[in-house]
Each structure stands twice: as structure tokens, then as C-alpha cells.
């Protein structure tokens, strides 16, 4: 015995498939293509609508002439419409092209002027050479501003280190040397060894003071120059850590501007430190030379590289950051090349005046 379920026959009816239905969203997929073909496409699409209903015409009346005529006709307003739509068109071409440079960080692009353009078009171009203008405008006033902070930021660094060096380093030299009186004049053997174990901390302070202000800002970049200061850096850092740092740098390179001593003494800081925390680096190469009125700071190392093009956009080492815009605002400029397994080089480049060293 078989037994029907009383909503069979309504289940069915309800799951058997309608060839003859049309999905709504298959036509508009299809009027979504017909509507994203080229304008000159559509044009040619209508004038063959038209010819078409032409040679309906013709075949229906009997005027054989008449599709000849109006084919002539079509072709003729084909070639014109065509004409004047790429004429019209011209500046997306031009804006396309600017976006591009824009996009590869050339900000002066802009958009010329066409007398010909459809009026809308035109109104379009003049305002994206607006806001190119707005746009560069804010990025100049930016970058301004950054480098205006950076400069107040260095100078105290200057003014902090001075003060580590000049007061409080001096103040714990003194502690020092009456610790060390007090030693010699102390005749209680109990107490000696505790002013003794005080001298010695006053004077690993006043070392560790020291350190701090030269890693602040080091005082003999203005008193002895950048070769000297490139020195006590690769000193620092070897002691530091499990470096091996060589320097290799021309004593001849004097009298440099104070802005760009700061700033190429800060591209190797930072370098440097980088390669400490992240390179997993055995040795650093510091060399600063001079190739005619060009003077050439490069930082080398054999650690594990990165990529560079990753690191940039993921915004990635402020310190090289902020040192790139200090050399820039000393008009050089700095270059990084890397690549995982082959070590990195950061390379610093400056142009001086010829009578820099006279």
C-alpha cells in the first residue's frame, strides 16, 4: 500500500524546474555589458539598428535606393559622432595619464587644458588640477612641518646632551673625587669599603652619563667632525652588542655644514641600530668618502636583508625615516637596497660647495 502525502502533489509542482522562466538577473547581467561597451561600440551598435530597420523598410515599400541612402547617411554621422566623441573625450586620456604620474609621486602633473572637450569633461579636468594644486600645496606645507619638527627635535637633543654633560656628569665627577678623598682619609676599616664600593658607582655613572649624551647627540660631531663622531659610534655599538664594526672614513671631510653633519651623523645612528635589533648581523661597514663635490655615507652589513618595497609600505623604521627627512632638508638623499638572505645597504648622498675644504 502506498501512502501520499497530502502536500506531495504542491511540492512537486513546486520543485520541477521552469525552462521557459528568464532570471531577471541574467538580463541585467546582459544589459550591464551592453551598457559597459566602448562609446564608439554603442554608436556603431545604433547606426546599425538603424540600417537595419532601413533595409527593413526597403524590402517592405520596395525603394531598394532608400538602404543605400541611409547606410551612406549612417556612415557619414558614424565617422563624424565618432570624431567629435574622441575629440570630446581627449581629457580622460590626459587624466588617466596624470593620475599615473601622480600615483608614481610626481605631484606637479596636471591635466591641459583642451578647447575642444565637452564642457562637462572640462569642468571635470579643471577640478582634479584643483585639488592636484590642493593636494600639493598640503603635502609641501606637511612636509614643512616635519621638517621644522625635526629640526627643534635635534636641537634638543643638543641642548639635553649638554646638560648630561656639563652638569650632571660633572656634578657625579666631583661625588667622585670626594668619595675618593674620603677614602684615602677615612681611618675606619669598616667604613672604607662602603666609601670605596660609592666611589666606584659615581664613576660608572658618570660613564654611563657620558654614554647616554653621546648617544643623544654626540659632542664630537661639533668638536672634532663626522669622521671622528663615526668612530665613537662604531665604538659604542661594539660595545654594545656582538657587532664588528669597521669605519672607514676621510679625515680630509671638514668644515660641513652643522645641518648635514646632523643629518648624515643620523643616517648612520640609525642604520647602525637598525642592523642591531633586526639584521642578526656578524659585521657593519661604515665608509664616508668624497667623490668630488658629493660627499657619500654608506652602511653596510651581511645580516639577513628584508624586503624593502614591504617595509616601506608598511611605514616601517622611523628612526631611518626621520633621519631621510633631516638629509633631505639638508638637500641629500638617502637610498636603501636590500633583499631577504643578502644583507642591506643604506646609502646617504650630499652635494657641497667646491670650496667646502679651503
Same mark, same amino acid.
Given at each position: 500500500?502506498?501512502?501520499?502525502?497530502?502536500?506531495?502533489?504542491?511540492?512537486?509542482?513546486?520543485?520541477?524546474?521552469?525552462?521557459?522562466?528568464?532570471?531577471?538577473?541574467?538580463?541585467?547581467?546582459?544589459? &550591464?555589458?551592453?551598457?559597459?561597451? $566602448?562609446? @564608439?561600440?554603442?554608436?556603431? !551598435?545604433?547606426?546599425?539598428?538603424?540600417?537595419?530597420?532601413?533595409?527593413?523598410?526597403?524590402?517592405?515599400?520596395?525603394?531598394?535606393?532608400?538602404?543605400?541612402?541611409?547606410?551612406?547617411?549612417?556612415?557619414?554621422?558614424?565617422?563624424?559622432?565618432?570624431?567629435?566623441?574622441?575629440?570630446?573625450?581627449?581629457?580622460?586620456?590626459?587624466?588617466? &595619464?596624470?593620475?599615473?604620474?601622480?600615483?608614481? !609621486?610626481?605631484? =606637479?602633473?596636471?591635466?591641459?587644458? =583642451?578647447?575642444?572637450?565637452?564642457?562637462?569633461?572640462?569642468?571635470?579636468?579643471?577640478?582634479?588640477?584643483?585639488?592636484? =594644486?590642493?593636494?600639493? =600645496?598640503? /603635502?609641501? /606645507?606637511?612636509?614643512?612641518?616635519?621638517?621644522?619638527?625635526?629640526? #627643534? /627635535?635635534?636641537?634638543?637633543?643638543?641642548?639635553?646632551?649638554?646638560?648630561?654633560?656639563?652638569?650632571?656628569?660633572?656634578?657625579?665627577?666631583?661625588?667622585?673625587?670626594?668619595?675618593?678623598?674620603?677614602?684615602? &682619609?677615612? $681611618?675606619?676599616?669598616? #667604613?672604607? $669599603?662602603?666609601?670605596?664600593?660609592?666611589?666606584? @658607582?659615581?664613576?660608572?655613572?658618570?660613564?654611563?652619563?657620558?654614554?647616554?649624551?653621546?648617544? #643623544?647627540?654626540?659632542?664630537?660631531?661639533?668638536?672634532?667632525?663626522?669622521?671622528?663622531?663615526?668612530?665613537?659610534? !662604531?665604538?659604542?655599538?661594539?660595545?654594545?652588542?656582538?657587532?664588528?664594526? &669597521?669605519?672607514?672614513?676621510?679625515?680630509?671631510?671638514?668644515?660641513? $655644514?652643522?645641518?648635514?653633519?646632523?643629518?648624515?651623523?643620523?643616517?648612520?645612528?640609525?642604520?647602525?641600530?637598525?642592523?642591531?635589533?633586526?639584521?642578526?648581523?656578524?659585521?657593519?661597514?661604515?665608509?664616508?668618502?668624497?667623490?668630488?663635490?658629493?660627499?657619500?655615507?654608506?652602511?653596510?652589513?651581511?645580516?639577513?636583508?628584508?624586503?624593502?618595497?614591504?617595509?616601506?609600505?608598511?611605514?616601517? !623604521?622611523?628612526?631611518?625615516?626621520?633621519?631621510?627627512?633631516?638629509?633631505?632638508?639638508?638637500?641629500?638623499?638617502?637610498?636603501?637596497?636590500?633583499?631577504?638572505?643578502?644583507?642591506?645597504?643604506?646609502?646617504?648622498?650630499?652635494? #657641497?660647495?667646491?670650496?667646502?675644504?679651503?
Amino acid at each position: 500500500m502506498t501512502t501520499t502525502h497530502p502536500n506531495a502533489s504542491a511540492f512537486r509542482a513546486t520543485a520541477k524546474p521552469d525552462v521557459f522562466s528568464t532570471s531577471p538577473a541574467r538580463d541585467w547581467s546582459l544589459i &550591464e555589458r551592453i551598457l559597459r561597451m $566602448p562609446l @564608439i561600440g554603442k554608436l556603431l !551598435g545604433a547606426n546599425m539598428l538603424v540600417a537595419l530597420a532601413a533595409l527593413t523598410v526597403s524590402a517592405v515599400f520596395g525603394h531598394p535606393g532608400l538602404f543605400a541612402l541611409v547606410c551612406i547617411a549612417l556612415a557619414i554621422s558614424f565617422v563624424v559622432g565618432a570624431l567629435m566623441v574622441r575629440l570630446a573625450l581627449v581629457p580622460l586620456d590626459d587624466l588617466g &595619464e596624470v593620475a599615473s604620474r601622480v600615483a608614481d !609621486g610626481d605631484f =606637479s602633473a596636471r591635466v591641459p587644458v =583642451s578647447r575642444l572637450a565637452d564642457a562637462q569633461i572640462a569642468e571635470l579636468a579643471d577640478a582634479f588640477n584643483r585639488l592636484l =594644486s590642493r593636494v600639493e =600645496s598640503d /603635502r609641501a /606645507r606637511i612636509q614643512h612641518l616635519v621638517r621644522q619638527s625635526l629640526r #627643534v /627635535r635635534e636641537a634638543e637633543h643638543a641642548h639635553i646632551a649638554e646638560e648630561l654633560r656639563e652638569a650632571t656628569a660633572q656634578q657625579l665627577s666631583g661625588l667622585a673625587m670626594h668619595l675618593s678623598a674620603a677614602v684615602r &682619609e677615612c $681611618p675606619d676599616p669598616a #667604613v672604607a $669599603p662602603n666609601l670605596v664600593a660609592a666611589r666606584d @658607582i659615581a664613576a660608572r655613572m658618570v660613564e654611563d652619563v657620558q654614554s647616554v649624551a653621546e648617544s #643623544v647627540y654626540p659632542g664630537l660631531l661639533g668638536e672634532f667632525g663626522l669622521p671622528a663622531a663615526l668612530e665613537a659610534l !662604531g665604538r659604542r655599538a661594539s660595545r654594545r652588542s656582538n657587532l664588528a664594526v &669597521e669605519v672607514s672614513a676621510d679625515r680630509e671631510i671638514t668644515g660641513l $655644514p652643522q645641518a648635514l653633519l646632523t643629518a648624515l651623523y643620523r643616517v648612520a645612528d640609525e642604520a647602525v641600530r637598525n642592523v642591531e635589533l633586526h639584521a642578526h648581523a656578524g659585521t657593519v661597514w661604515i665608509n664616508l668618502s668624497r667623490e668630488g663635490s658629493t660627499i657619500v655615507l654608506q652602511v653596510e652589513d651581511d645580516g639577513t636583508g628584508f624586503d624593502v618595497a614591504a617595509e616601506d609600505r608598511a611605514s616601517s !623604521g622611523i628612526g631611518l625615516f626621520r633621519a631621510r627627512e633631516l638629509l633631505a632638508h639638508a638637500g641629500g638623499e638617502m637610498q636603501i637596497s636590500s633583499a631577504p638572505g643578502s644583507g642591506t645597504s643604506v646609502v646617504a648622498t650630499a652635494t #657641497v660647495h667646491e670650496d667646502l675644504n679651503q
